[in-house]
């Protein structure tokens, strides 16, 4: 009676919610394993996944628990869905259709090193190299903090000024840091490189959202273009003061 009362009167609210959701220009999307005790044509207690996406400080959504982690199931469920898809390095994304843009995770990337840290004897975790790439992580959180109660134009202003920096240097870091492939602090940096195109989006979401607020016309007259490139944009940023550049040796490009 429990699933037939969930499949008459929670299934028409669960529907009402996923169609809301795919309006949202802006989601947040993750994979679980889980078990499940009766799946058809599964054993009892085969694992599965719980796909879960909510919007930007916003209520998860669960999808249904499904029996593999193959990309269909994301496409299938954002079907209808155009926007930007904050998730983590599963390939799986990648492969949504192009409208779908994913935007890396730092928080994922934080955690592979504090994994490297963690990996080590208690007495050598003091002088990790992975608490570098820690650190960099930690500052761009701690200016996120900083410019949460500013305005959005500041908001995008600040983050080219101050964060674009840090992550160039994290770039930088880890290009010259060796560590072997294997080890966690190897995977720490092999994930960031990978991950690297979609990491640095977060600059990117920033100026769409921007555009949104602001007219194009006001873009124009600062000298900031953009460029259809595959599943996402490429945004040049001229030096501070330079007009109708397309660039410079302190310009910014995404």
């Known amino acids: 009676w429990i699933l ?10 669960y529907d009402a919610l996923h169609r809301k959701l795919c309006r949202e220009t802006v989601l947040h999307g993750d ?7 009766k799946l058809e044509g599964r054993t009892a207690r085969s694992k599965c996944y719980m796909w879960l996406y909510h919007i930007s400080g916003g209520r998860e959504v669960p ?51 504090d994994e490297a840290v963690k990996s080590l004897p208690q007495k050598d975790q003091a002088n ?34 101050r964060s674009k920096p840090v992550m160039d240097a994290l770039l930088a870091w880890a290009e010259t840091t060796n560590a072997a492939p294997k080890s966690a602090l190897g995977k720490a940096i092999y994930y960031l490189k990978e991950q690297w195109p979609y990491l640095i989006r ?7 959202f921007y555009r949104e607020i602001f007219p194009v016309g006001s873009f124009e007259r600062k000298g900031v273009y953009e460029d259809q490139k595959g599943n996402g944009i490429a945004v040049t940023i001229p030096p501070k003061g330079t007009k109708g550049s397309k660039g410079g040796e302190n310009g910014i490009t995404l």
Do not use: M
Not at 97 to 110: D, Y
Not at 139 to 160: H, K, M, V
């Open 202 to 208: 977060v600059l990117v979401t920033a100026y769409e």
């Open 128 to 161: 990790a190299a992975a608490l570098q790439g820690q650190a960099y992580c930690s500052r761009l959180f701690s200016i996120e903090q900083e410019l949460a109660e500013l305005p959005p134009e500041e908001q995008y202003t600040q983050r080219l000024e």
């Open 4 to 13: 037939q009362a969930s499949d008459t009167w929670l299934r028409p609210v």
């Open 63 to 113: 999808h249904c628990a499904v029996p593999t982690q193959k990309a269909e199931n994301a496409a299938a469920f954002l079907e209808g869905f155009s926007g930007w898809l904050h998730a983590d390095g599963y390939a799986g994304y990648h492969r949504l259709p192009e409208n779908i843009r994913v935007v890396g995770c730092w928080a994922h990337l934080r955690r592979k090193f």
């Open 31 to 37: 994979e679980t394993t889980l078990q499940v005790l």
